[in-house]
């Protein structure tokens, strides 16, 4: 006999969610806990199981859940094309827009991003991905071996997803750490019976990006009669690479609207002014009496053009740049030349056996595996004449009064600046794009499983769930095309058999080809690494005996014990031969380290009246290395009639650091930006050459690990009110609030140089005073606040012999504010404004679906909706020294449309056909500075740059 549960009586309010969960047809994102019957089963009668829900451990029947929980259904996530649990975040309202995608990490990204290859990751109300608790069927899985800092969604087997549930709340009382932004579970089918195959392609219409993946599933064996059951599901997935070139949009060539290249190294060479080069110490202009230090011969008066030196290039805009040096240069968009979506191949498997060993007690052995390779490409290297004699470009490199285009530049020079000026028989100092040695390639190939085993079943009146489970991911980065040993470079540039200055239709010669194909450094291993989580975990729960007003107590209590491992290692060649620009982490080798992690919890569900239940939930963590932290949790439901319940909860919540924040070793970085100065003579640190002291300055960024760092703190709040008057209405709006403190973060330069007289030490001074590095390793400072109101509203009805319904889910911020230090005051409200690198924080977003059901046919139509925000401001804007002409501060907001349409008509065959971005909307425009974030004019934080897309999915069962 089934034991009793929580509130088994399902109220109006339940059984309106529950009307609009058997809908058919209707939106992602319904706010249910309960898993809902198969699309075919939706005429069934609905029993109300007891089910353990996200973010309890007490199994209950209550679909008016305490908590904010928002359940994807693997039906409507299939009705929207979305094939992987990375487009499925990008979906979603209540997911951040962090650089947590494989296209924001395409190119040239922030150091937190490094080493990152392949990695896609979740991110819950802009908390991080680090912050975002992941988890499978309950339980942990590993973090990416790379980082050990987030689990990769790309190890996920999406195609076995039954649906995912996600608790829009803190966690750190259930689940212990990083469950800050709230908790992803990824939930599979348990059994299965029967043998089925589906097959699905994304095709985009302006070709590239397409999306293919196939997938079978067999299981046999029936729980009640074998008293087993056992199946298995394997999957394939490609994605085709996107180039940026494929994207009109994708252009950073757009000066007057305030975007440009910021470089001066095009495939055609800009000549520098380096002492003892030909050019010297620069060349003043005849036309105005400037000096000029970068020229490009295509560039000066009476020539060609820039755009005559081949694809992608043309003028390096000196105003925007405020290098008034360099108004003779050429630039190349380097943005739009790196991959939009990188090439992705992966293969997963699931499998699960379970063994009813009586009426009452289950075991189950469940393994998941997945292989993933991911090609990270982007623009050839930069050849960059340097004076320094230890420099990989130093004098000896530069092009030579031998190289047959000598002559050519020196005239052209010449002929504008006069002889005079210049230094026949020096050699060129440049800047170049090396189009011959190809574009740069990183492939990343990741294994990740998760062995699990465990009993489930009912002693007396409690049920119980204990658990043994081991997971790893392993990660090896291995170069590709485009990486060449230094030496070589060095010996083919200096001898001038590279040849800098050609034109289109003009080719390296043939001795200059073997020369970089013997000095290939393809497939060189750049670093790999580990991560393991060993897991065993206990849960009892039930009825304790008593009873209040409104009904018997029920409670929980576990265990909880894990170790955590982390290795990686870096450049293992004897030889250590030096790879010109190759991104090697040697200072980040990690040996083996590990923690232990032993926790105990407890939860309390006390229906103190028919109308008002409490839970309260507590958990005890001791971590190896940080001490113990216990973190309380009490929640309520408050339901004064049939048709209103009030909901709300509050927490405390911690995120340890990760490994490599506590031990990876010092690197250097050198800034390459023009937008700082020294705060110590130009306070603000914003340049401006007229003004003596605000000279811009490039110091190496320094960045590694502390072993001081504390774990993070939270307080999370929350209060909601669900609504249901009538049966085809009802509505939820929840209001949040997660502080942090001691936020675990590298030094940000924009905190260093507001507060500089408390971070001094961190700007690193020569003997003349000058600043030549700055300390920007991970520290814990500050801290963040966030505040929001999430909205979901559902109409439904019947219309000419069918059911309609209608969904509305969005998410609003109210407000983001910072702190660099814990004793400062938070900056004003950055809702709606350009934020580099981590959470782009839009103030509303929402998804508006229609979806209609008759016979066998499906509709669905949506409206995903993505608000604008403050652009990022060039450099001249940002010092005041030029405006473009069509430069605007706002960047638009973004909509697209979703169309599908599904029948079920033929006798064990499901088709869906598909319509992504229906219209064919272009991402908007933002002029954000690309030497710091992915995009050309363009931004993928917010954005799907594929452009509409058609889709075909089949499912066909066998028996």
Known sequence: MPIASPRSKPSRLAAAILVGLLSPGIALGQESPSDPPEPDDRSAPRTLDTVRVTGSHIKRTDVESQLPITVFRKADIEAQGITSAEQLLMYMNIAGNGSDNLSSNAGIVHEEQRGNNGVSGANLRGQGADATLVLLNGRRVATHGLKGRAVDLNSIPFAAIDRVEVLRDGASAVYGTDAIGGVINFITRRDYTGAEASAFVDVTEAGGGNIHRANLLVGGGDLDTDRWNVFGTVSFKKNEILRGTDRDFSNSFQPERGLSPDTRGPPFATVFN??????????????????QAAVNILNLPGAAGCESGGDLMGPYDHRLWNVPSSRYACAWDYPAAAVIQQPQESVDFIGRATFKMSDRHEAFVEFVGSEVDVEKTFEPNQISSSTTATAAFNPDTWYPSTGESYDMVFDALADYFGADQ???????????????????????????????????????????AVGLSRASSESTSTLGGGFHYTDALQEALGSG??????????????????????????????????????????VFSGDVGLSLPG?????????????????????????GRPVFNAPFDDANILED????????????????????????AGRYDRYDGFGSTT?????????????????????????????????????????????????????????????????????????????????????????????????WFNMTLDWWDIERTNTIQPARTEILVEYYDLFQENWIR???????????????????????VELDANFMGELGGGRWSVNLNGSYIDSFRTKGVEALPYTDNLVGEYVRYYNLPIKWKHTLNFSYFRGDWTHSLTQIYRHGYDDEPPVSVRNDTYIPPQWDPGVSSYTTYNYSVGYTGIDSLKVILGIRNLLDEDPPFTAHQNDFAAGAGWEPRVADPRGRAYTLQLEYKFF
């Open 422 to 464: 210049l230094s026949y028989g020096d050699r060129i100092a440049y800047r170049w794009r090396c189009m011959a040695c190809g574009p740069r390639q990183i492939s990343t190939n990741t294994k990740a499983y998760r062995l699990l085993a465990g009993f489930e079943g009912l002693v007396g009146r409690w049920d119980y």
């Open 593 to 616: 380290v590990s923690r232990d992690i032993k926790a105990v919890f407890a939860e309390v569900y006390l229906p103190v009246f028919d109308s008002l239940d409490v839970t309260l």
């Open 497 to 538: 058999l590279l040849n800098p200055f050609l034109l289109p239709g003009q080719e390296q010669s043939a001795a200059a080809m073997a020369a970089l194909e013997a000095g290939s450094a393809t497939g060189v291993v750049l670093y790999g690494g580990e991560s393991v989580v060993t897991q065993v975990d206990a």
């Open 551 to 575: 009904g018997s107590i029920y409670a929980a209590v576990g265990t909880d014990l894990r170790r955590e491992e982390f290795k990686f290692n870096g450049d293992e060649r004897t030889n």
């Open 274 to 291: 380096h002492d003892g080069s030909m050019m010297g110490g620069g060349v003043i202009d005849p036309g105005d009496g400037s000096l």
């Open 766 to 788: 020569n003997d003349a005073g000058e600043v030549v590095a700055i300390d920007r390793r991970y520290i814990n400072s500050g801290g963040s606040r966030m505040r929001g």
């Open 631 to 727: 973190n309380p949790k009490v929640s309520f439901k408050y339901q004064p009639i049939d048709a209103l319940a009030f909901r709300g909860a509050y927490s405390t919540g911690f995120k340890v650091p990760s490994f490599n924040q506590l031990f990876n070793g010092v690197t250097e970085s050198p800034y390459t930006g023009f937008d700082l100065a020294d705060p110590a003579t130009c306070p603000g640190g914003v340049p401006n050459p007229e003004v003596p002291g605000c000279e811009s300055i490039q110091p190496d960024m320094l960045f590694g690990g502390k072993e001081d760092l504390r774990p993070e703190e939270s307080k999370q709040k929350s209060f909601g009110v669900v609504i249901a008057p009538v049966d």
